[in-house]
């Protein structure tokens, strides 16, 4: 245990350790994945390289994530083998890099960190910052059956889980859970015919997590926004969503590895599947109904 206690404190690398190893180019890789996918170009740390999370790891086609050859050859030009660690990294306190931390679990890729506090952390604390485009010499990967059904949920996955009366976690804001809005605050309101949330999941948003600094907070507050206020606990299979699965890949991070919950799911279908779909239940408090 660590001494935020932690469930797998290992799964969490401080800036420091970063700024130790930058030169540990044969066994470690930095992978910085945004929102923004501009910034990486703007300066990030030395030896990283960008994961863009929308050419990168997603099907170019159909909704879905790139392929086990698809992703080999990704890690391969990144200088990313089997045995390497990879520490991820990016804005808005590492939300989007939880999500492609969380694909690289898809593939079972074993040695998958966080840099505690993201890159705005790297920044305030005054760090060197490259514009640099680093080059490794290729790797040699070889990806496992992608894990869909183990860490993540479908739609009839969720249908299931509603009937057997089991705990859903809606991660957006509380705009979007009221079904006010569509998007994030901010964003422009596309993606889903209809608001509101899966009927019964309760609305944690996924920022709640975070420190000001963007590291994540200790065990003991981690379980009062979730078990005490909540009602979650660690034997219960757990389903979180959002929009599209990224900021939810945050909250299973959370759960997963903080928390130390065995049975963590995120649906990365999300609400612009679940808003889109004919027939589904569904709460709307601004539209006072729940069908």
């Given amino acids: 245990m660590s001494e935020n206690g932690y469930a ?7 800036t420091e350790w970063v700024a130790e190893n930058l030169g540990d180019t044969e066994n470690v890789r930095l992978v910085e994945s945004n929102e923004d996918v501009l910034l990486y170009s703007t300066g990030h740390v030395p030896n990283a390289v960008h994961i863009d999370w929308v050419a990168d790891l997603n099907d170019p086609v159909r909704r879905d994530y ?5 992703f080999e050859d990704l890690l391969e030009r990144n200088g990313i083998s089997n045995d ?3 520490v991820f990294y990016g ?3 590492n939300w989007w890099a939880t999500y492609a931390y969380w694909v690289f679990k898809l593939f079972g890729h074993k040695n998958s960190k966080l840099m505690n506090g993201g890159r705005q952390k790297w920044i305030d604390e005054g760090r060197e910052l490259s514009r640099d485009v680093p080059q490794f010499p290729r790797g040699d990967y070889m990806a496992k059956q992608r894990a869909d059904y183990k860490i993540r949920a479908f739609r009839d996955d969720v249908l299931e889980h509603l009937a057997q009366n089991q705990p859903l976690v809606d991660v957006r804001s509380p705009q979007e859970y009221r079904g006010e809005l569509l998007h994030m605050p901010g964003s422009p309101q596309e993606g889903a015919l209809r608001g509101g949330h899966i009927r019964g999941a309760r609305n944690v948003v996924w920022s709640q997590a975070v420190n000001p ?5 200790s065990v003991a507050e981690l379980r009062r926004i ?3 206020e909540q009602g979650l606990s660690p034997d219960q299979n757990v389903i979180a969503y ?15 590895h903080l928390l130390g919950y065995p049975s963590v799911r995120n649906y990365d279908g999300s609400w612009t599947e679940w808003g889109n779909l004919v027939g589904v239940p569904i709460e709307n ?5 729940s069908e």
């Fill in 242 to 256: 959002c929009r599209i699965g990224e900021r939810s890949s945050h909250t299973w991070f959370v759960l997963t």
């Fill in 84 to 86: 390497t660690t990879v």
């Fill in 66 to 70: 790139l392929s086990a050859e698809r």
């Fill in 91 to 93: 804005d808005k306190n």
């Fill in 213 to 217: 600094d963007g590291t994540f907070k």
């Fill in 226 to 228: 979730y078990e005490e």
């Fill in 8 to 14: 797998n404190p290992d799964v969490l690398v401080s």
């Fill in 285 to 289: 408090p601004s539209k006072e109904g």
